[in-house]
């Protein structure tokens, strides 16, 4: 605490202490008019004159704190000399040279059909499917299935060198999947879409030898609506009414340039003979 926190904290204090020697006159002389003795009665009315003239030297003195007193406490203990802090030396940034030639991107070709396919809203079953169903329609809730790998050829377990992108031409596009938890007899759908339209499906009671768990799951489609054609295709697989899994391929048009050689003719020179008369 400074000095001058000091002198303000003594002259609250000085008015507090006025206060209360005001306050105990007071009530010495409302005691003093119930004494019926004089002398004791005029012994408390001394104490409260005294108990006033107190008050009225703490008010001076709670006046003269802020004004008077600290300059005299200044002069008794002068104050002492504050070192100043050293400013630091602030380094001048150096000139960063702005490169003047901005190279410009080359533009980059934009493919017809796009790699990735635009995504769909929640899939669901077709009222036209569901009336095709023959079998239960609760599925085991922990029934679940891997990722739809696709390819044009299957071995009986696995498709073979699976992938995402194809070329026409294509007979028969499968999509390999494994599963586990399924229940036999529950109906399941596969339904192929193109371009966000319905072109194959397929839909039964999951068979009893298919288990309820194992590897070399598949469904396929050989004849889509309209053939096959260049457009992005979705796979959605089915329990019930429940969704499972979505694989998702492309398939573009035949990129494999076709070669048509022109033949020059060969120049035949048929000479006549000549004869000599």
Known sequence: MDIRTGVIVLAL?????AFLSFRGAIRSMQSARKISFYSLRKRYNAAAWRLVFL????????????????????RVFPPSATPSLTPTITLTPTI?????????PSETPTPLVSETPTLTPTPFLPVA??????????PNPDSVFTAIQFSTVFDGVNP???KTVFELP???????FDYNNTQPGVQWTALWYRNGELVCYETEPWREEWGSGGIGGYTECSAPLGGWQAGN???????????????????LENLTPVVTTTGTPDLTITVSPTSTP
């Open 160 to 162: 073979v060198e699976p």
């Open 96 to 104: 960063t040279l702005t490169p003047t030639i901005t190279l410009v």
């Open 170 to 176: 294509i007979q028969t596009m499968y999509g390999g």
């Open 13 to 17: 204090f000085a008015i507090l202490g």
């Open 55 to 74: 008050s009225i030297v703490l008010v001076a003195l709670a006046f003269w704190f802020p004004n008077g007193g600290e300059e005299t406490i200044y």
């Open 129 to 138: 499917i569901e009336a095709l169903f023959a079998g239960p329609v609760t």
């Open 233 to 251: 295709y979705e796979v959605q697989i089915f329990m019930g009414y429940e969704w499972k899994v979505v694989g998702r391929f492309v398939v």
